[in-house]
């Protein structure tokens, strides 16, 4: 399973970035996809995730009402719109698929990293 992620950077609290994660058209239809973000120090944490064959979503409560997930059924490609950023949110973001249920948050492939810095 193949997942390209990209997008991070660094931006000032308050501001926004939007990640995406370009994948096959197989994973794309047969696997909730999502987020996980890991800052320096601490565990892997669950950010977000969806089913695009059925739109259907779920967010952790750290990012729910600023973060929206999304998916592009032309480009087999899943977006993170990251708004209100805050200085928590720093971490490294790695894209995820999955092969259960959505909402098990449970992931089986992992893509590489992009950084997202939130700093004044």
């Known amino acids: 399973v193949q997942l390209q992620a990209f997008g991070g950077g660094f931006v000032q609290p308050g501001g926004y970035l939007r990640l995406s994660c370009a994948t096959s058209v197989r994973t794309f239809n047969n696997y909730f996809m999502g987020w996980v973000r890991q800052a320096p120090g601490k565990e892997r944490e669950f950010v977000a995730a969806i089913r695009p064959s059925t739109s259907n979503a779920d967010y952790a409560d750290s990012v729910k009402g600023r973060f929206t997930i999304s998916g592009d059924n032309a480009k087999n490609t899943i977006y993170l719109q990251m708004n209100s950023l805050k200085p928590e949110d720093t971490a490294a973001y790695y894209c995820?698929?999955?092969?259960?249920?959505?909402?098990?948050?449970?992931?089986?492939?992992w893509g590489q990293g992009t950084k997202v810095t939130v700093s004044s």
């Open positions: 995820a698929a999955g092969t259960g249920s959505i909402w098990s948050r449970r992931f089986n492939y």
